[in-house]
């Protein structure tokens, strides 16, 4: 449910965005048996996207979408990453919400510096955003509550750790 897609030209390491909002789409299906097949890698890195849509939110109107994907998120993420079935299910609906969320407002300078910096380095977008986000985030200090920046620090470590252990 994004107002965004990207094409990458991998020949030429560079990441072309295209936003409007007549290729937002009318609806989703969220099939949770998806996530079931997705790589424990995966999972993090699309999480850690999700989630960094979510901080990047500078909308009123979206911030119940955005602060109810951060908090599914949070409580989700490391047993989606070990496996567990309902809570994949838990954070393919969380990835939507933080969509629908950066749909309404867009996004910030984290995804900015994520595409060029993926494209050119061969990083995976989520691992490129988890990096940044809290750096961009908090050196900013545009919108985010501090509160929240410390609520999540310990999952951003917990995440970084279990990706480093089976990197
Ligand atoms: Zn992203």
């Not at 290729?23 to 097949?37: E, F, H, K, R, Y």
């Not at 989606?80 to 300078?109: K, P, W």
């Not at 510096?113 to 961009?136: D, E, F, R, S």
Request: overall charge negative.
């Amino acid at each position: 449910m994004a107002v965004i897609i990207l094409i990458t030209d991998y020949s030429q390491k560079i990441k072309y965005p295209l936003a409007d909002f007549e290729i937002t789409p009318d609806m989703a299906i969220l099939d949770s048996d998806i996530p079931q097949t997705m790589t424990p890698k995966l999972i993090a890195y699309t999480g850690m996207d999700a989630l960094t849509y979510a901080i990047e939110n500078r909308s009123r109107f979206s911030d119940p979408l955005a602060k109810e994907a951060i908090s599914m998120i949070y409580d989700n993420i490391i047993t989606s990453y070990n496996g567990d079935v309902e809570t994949r299910g838990e954070m393919h609906i969380a990835q939507c919400l933080a969509g629908m969320a950066f749909s309404n407002a867009l996004l910030g300078i984290t995804h900015s510096l994520a595409h060029k910096i993926g494209a050119q380095y061969h990083i995976p977008h989520g691992c490129c955003n988890a990096i940044l986000v809290h750096i961009t985030e908090n050196l900013l200090h545009f919108k985010i509550d501090l509160v929240i920046i410390k609520a999540l620090k310990p999952l951003f470590l917990k995440v970084s750790r279990l990706l480093f252990r089976f990197n």
